[in-house]
């Protein structure tokens, strides 16, 4: 939207930041009951899905193979790596997903 003043829908869900998380969000949500159709905003100061916060980037999918106490955000950056892989291949669309480090 160009121009939020002219905002005149209500959504049922806001999503504030479309980075690749909140994009993310948006889509579990969405696919979670096609039969309801929920309507969701996904809010950006920018474009959608160019910027990077400081939760993503560079951190999003590392390997979890090196920590010996993970904490909660070690198993979930774990568990997103197949989930993203999985977009790119579902959609045709590529993330730019850099698999290296040490």
């Known amino acids: 939207i160009s121009n939020p003043r002219q905002i005149d829908v209500i959504?049922?869900?806001?999503?504030?930041g479309g980075g690749i998380l909140?994009?993310?969000?948006?889509?579990?949500?969405?696919?979670?009951?096609?039969k309801k159709k929920k309507k969701i905003a996904i809010?950006?100061?920018?474009?959608?899905?160019c910027?990077?916060?400081?939760?993503?980037?560079?951190?999003l999918c590392h390997d979890g193979n090196d920590i010996k106490e993970p904490s909660w955000y070690d198993y979930l950056s774990t568990?997103?790596?197949?989930?993203l892989h999985d977009l790119e291949?579902?959609?045709g669309i590529e993330l730019d997903l850099i698999v290296n480090g040490t």
Not at 22 to 34: E, I, P, R, T
Not at 43 to 49: A, F, P, Q, R, W
């Open 11 to 16: 959504y049922d869900v806001a999503i504030i």
């Open 22 to 34: 909140g994009c993310s969000v948006g889509y579990h949500l969405a696919s979670l009951d096609k």
């Open 43 to 49: 809010l950006e100061k920018g474009t959608i899905g």
């Open 51 to 59: 910027e990077a916060s400081s939760l993503a980037a560079g951190t």
């Open 79 to 83: 568990k997103s790596r197949p989930i």
């Open 89 to 91: 291949s579902k959609y």
